[in-house]
């Protein structure tokens, strides 16, 4: 038996819904953001194509977006199963605490890689305003970053939910 006592949610909390779809909307706007950054590329000279591969920043911002895609995808069925029930699929001392350092590392990783593509595009994007293609390709750049920043602050909001679940639970 645990030496801790079993958490029991309030039964007119808004939290399990908030947790759902703060996770749906990070799932989402990763997946949006993967899509934009993967397809933007140009062709240069009609025999090589430029794509985020060729700088690092992006390819960063890729594998957090990868990561949070899987983590945040994780995630879903415990929040469904939490919505339909109001209690915890496992509720479990340890899961609360992986699901506590899994939202605030999966935050962190999205925020450094918002900062890392955001500053690589603007930087990039002034040396080639002369540069139609490039300019263009940049543009699409920001777009993929304005959704992983949305990603980002939804991850924020299930930070901060289970943060409220492991500190009623202590």
Known sequence: MSQFPQYEEPKASKLPLITLVSRVVTLASLVVSVVILKTNNIKSGGYRTFTYKEIYSYKYAMFAMVIGFAYTL???PFAVYYL???KRL???HKLLQCDFYGD???SYLLAT???AA???TADLKKTSDSIEKLDNYFQIAYISVAFLLVGFLSSVVSSIASSFAISKRS
Do not use: D, E, R, Y
Request: net charge positive.
């Open 90 to 92: 496992i509720n479990h």
């Open 74 to 76: 994780s995630q879903i």
């Open 118 to 120: 955001f500053g690589v």
């Open 104 to 106: 605030k590392l999966l």
């Open 84 to 86: 339909k029930t109001g």
């Open 113 to 115: 890689a918002i900062g």
